[in-house]
């Protein structure tokens, strides 16, 4: 039978897909089962094994991207939902089903939280799955050797946005951090607290302060 790797309870993850203008790191997206209809959060690479588990999981009723970057992947043929300011990026490769601006809410459990910085429309995706809150960060935070850190120095990042997200998502109620990338032979998620998260996050803000790269 094809499975995908279980992390948590409900939260499903494909196979790792390799970058190549980052051979270090590795991208996933993620299965969130849910009563009101499965989510697939991220793009990313999706084997025939990794297909065959999402339809015997009931398959998605929505994809969402957190930002354009991940639009050099297939979606998976579920409806397509991004940031209206990252929407161009992707209608170049895809056909994107609606878009969203504001924070919001889909149904009680799965929150829109609009993060500019890494790109004008990076949006971070806050679950509560009943038993854990898992933010799903994209590339604003990501994992290197299970470290947090951030995707500042790519083309169109705005330093002052970034730094106005990521005290944002300080403040946030969170337990997981489930970020798109990750170093490959590393932890894909990070479990969290709220003085940790704190603590990892004033770090990155003071790393940006010195002007140094992640």
């Known amino acids: 039978m094809s499975t995908m790797d279980t992390f948590l309870p409900h939260l499903h993850a494909t196979s790792p897909a390799g970058l190549s203008f980052a051979p270090s790191l590795a991208v996933r997206s993620y299965v969130l089962e849910r009563d009101a209809g499965n989510l697939l959060v991220y793009g990313a690479a999706t084997s025939d094994d990794d297909a065959v588990a999402i339809e015997r999981l009931g398959g998605v009723t929505r994809q969402y991207l957190n930002h354009g970057h991940e639009a050099m992947f297939e979606p998976i043929g579920a409806p397509l939902y991004v940031h209206e300011a990252d929407a161009p990026a992707v209608r170049e490769r895809h056909r994107v089903t609606a878009t969203f601006s504001d924070r919001s809410m889909l149904d009680a459990d799965f929150e829109l939280i609009p993060t500019p910085g890494h790109t004008p429309g990076a949006t ?10 898992c933010l799903f960060t994209g590339d604003t935070i990501y994992l290197r050797d299970g470290e947090w850190v951030d995707g500042l120095d790519v083309r169109g990042s705005d330093r002052d946005a970034y730094v106005a997200t990521l005290e944002l998502i300080r403040e946030l109620d969170f337990d997981v951090l489930v970020p798109w990338a990750a170093t490959a032979s590393g932890p894909a998620y990070a479990m969290t607290y709220a003085a940790g998260t704190a603590r990892r996050i004033d770090a990155i803000l003071d790393r940006m302060s010195r002007g140094e790269a992640a």
């Open 124 to 133: 971070a995706f806050l679950w509560d799955s009943g038993e854990h809150r």
